[in-house]
């Protein structure tokens, strides 16, 4: 009986990460879409709600958003933090861009 229980969580926490990662991908695209579409503040918004609680690709655009002043003022600070945020969550792309900054 043991063996069963064990069995069906080896199954069903794979299929619950899954399904939490691809409703987070979901979360990040619609910004992203709007983004792509060249409404950056309209995406800024978006997504900033999104990196606020915590999604790290959303991090991880609103960071570049405000490197690049892409609807937001630019803010390197911000940027800075953004970028953190994401990489301590293990998101590469900020973890690659943290270190072309510190090589800057």
Same mark, same amino acid.
């Given at each position: 009986?043991?063996?069963?229980?064990?069995?069906?969580?080896? *199954?069903?926490?794979?299929?619950? #990460?899954?399904?939490?990662?691809?409703?987070?991908?979901?979360?990040?695209? #619609?910004?992203?879409?709007?983004?792509?579409? %060249?409404?950056?503040?309209?995406?800024? $918004?978006?997504?900033? *709600?999104?990196?606020?609680? %915590?999604?790290?690709?959303?991090?991880?655009? *609103?960071?570049? !958003?405000? @490197?690049?002043?892409? %609807?937001?003022? !630019?803010?390197?600070?911000? #940027?800075?933090?953004?970028? $953190?945020?994401?990489?301590?969550? %293990?998101?590469? @792309?900020?973890? !690659? @861009?943290?270190?072309?900054?510190?090589?800057?």
């Amino acid at each position: 009986m043991k063996a069963m229980g064990l069995l069906v969580l080896l *199954v069903l926490l794979p299929l619950q #990460s899954f399904a939490e990662e691809t409703v987070d991908n979901q979360r990040c695209s #619609s910004g992203l879409a709007i983004y792509i579409d %060249g409404e950056y503040a309209k995406a800024f $918004e978006v997504l900033k *709600v999104e990196a606020d609680n %915590g999604l790290d690709c959303a991090q991880h655009w *609103v960071a570049r !958003m405000y @490197q690049l002043g892409h %609807g937001t003022p !630019m803010n390197k600070t911000l #940027s800075k933090t953004y970028y $953190e945020l994401a990489a301590g969550q %293990g998101f590469a @792309q900020s973890i !690659m @861009q943290l270190e072309l900054l510190r090589k800057n």
